[in-house]
């Protein structure tokens, strides 16, 4: 049978702009449908914008250190006005990138939803429909919004974040994950009075126990005024000084009135109304389509990669995913994308870089040598600032292979990027003591640290 296209793609975001550009570069005949705007939540709504955010809202602390250190420098107050059509522009600058780079590779781009009608065929919101011989699910995540009464008329998500009317003067954030903590971060940078309600005991539920703690004094240190075992009850439209507010009640019984409240209450996967059951596609518990390690699922010309999948939700992963089914299908050559020792950062302030397992992870599986340095560095000691870095190793007694790294700093996002690399090189304790510190800078500590701090 003669398909319209060899590929072809639902959703332009990183994993389905990645594979059907690399399809296209094979020869393909790809096809490619987005409902929204091209680049996907990483681009128009998540990572791009968020970093951008991340940058402004360091500015305000570093013009105070400026003075700090010497600078007759009189500070201002960061204007909202100004940011917001500059970091637009830029998202419609990188859009049009993405969609010149998938266009140049001989790919068709369709402003459409596309569902799927039956194994070959995919149906578009135009009323055009095509065939294909292997179609792409590449839908991402959404955000969840919780129950709680008054959220889905008063709260906003961070699909909502960036396109605020008015720079907020009080926030309050909801949750206790990535993008809570991030923009919790983000909105005290900025001169937001910033609270932070997150339900469970520790923030950053998941992550290494030792780097939850300190992460959450220092947020505590900058200023948001974070709490834990603590939600949302009900919330209301109120008015203060003539202005439009939102009168929060918590479960303990506080009441605190806000301008903006941001749900950051986790994603869940787009595979609602796509036609992926109906077409035999199998679906877990949360929606996410459930796939073998070649991202193929249930329906063998159906393959799924990215958020949708739900397995590490991050752009760098979709990215991979979608290259090693290219590589699979395209080229003959059966590639499962690598889920191991994947390093990510949280943005928050300072930031939290980490590969590998946590602390209590790695316990779990070997005993183990713990390494761990906190201190006040140069920089900040010399101020008065009495902020510490954190650097932790986590090492296996039997093969001295460090299993972890985790690192608490300002630029700790960067850092962790060059020590991914040693860690997934399966680089042992030894290497990391054979390799000469890099004087005077906070990292070299991540080499220098001799004696256990605690041994299983
Ligand atoms: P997370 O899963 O990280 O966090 C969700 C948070 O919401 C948790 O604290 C969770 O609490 C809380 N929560 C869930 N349901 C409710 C509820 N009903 N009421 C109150 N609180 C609730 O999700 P995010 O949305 O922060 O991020 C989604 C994913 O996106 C991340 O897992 C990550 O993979 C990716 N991401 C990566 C970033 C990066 O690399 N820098 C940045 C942003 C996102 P509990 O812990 O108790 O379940």
Known sequence: MAFDYDLFVIGGGSGGVRAGRVAAQTGARVGLAEEF???GTCVIRGCVP??????????????????????????????????????????????????????????????ARATIRDPHTVELSTGESFTA?????????????PGTPGAAELGITSNEVFDLDAFPERILIVGGGYIACEFACIFNGLGAHTAQWYRGAQILRGFDDEVRGFLAEHIRDRGVDLHVGLEVERMERCAENGRDRIWVKGTDGRE????QVLFATGRVPNSDGLGLEEAGVKLGRKGEILVDDYSQTSVPSIYAVGDVTDRINLTPVAIREGAAFVETVFNGNPTKPDHENVASAVFTQPEYGTVGLSEEQ?????????????FRPMQKSFIGVNERVLFKLIVSQATQKVLGCHIVADGAGEMIQLAAVAVKMGATKEDFDRTVAVHPTMSEEIVLMKTPTRRD
């Open 37 to 39: 705007r091209m680049g």
């Open 256 to 259: 605190d009135i806000f301008d």
């Open 133 to 145: 011989k292997h179609i792409l699910v590449a839908t991402g995540g959404r955000p969840f919004l």
């Open 362 to 374: 790695a316990r779990d599986q070997e005993p183990i040598d713990v390494y761990c340095a906190a």
């Open 50 to 111: 968020k970093k951008l955010m991340v940058f402004a809202s360091g500015y305000g602390p570093a013009s105070e250190a400026a003075r700090a250190y010497g600078w007759d420098y009189e500070g201002g107050t960061f204007n909202w006005s100004r940011f917001r059509p500059m970091l637009h522009r830029e998202l419609e600058r990188l859009e049009g990138i993405y969609r010149k780079n998938l266009g140049g590779a001989g790919a068709d781009i369709f402003d």
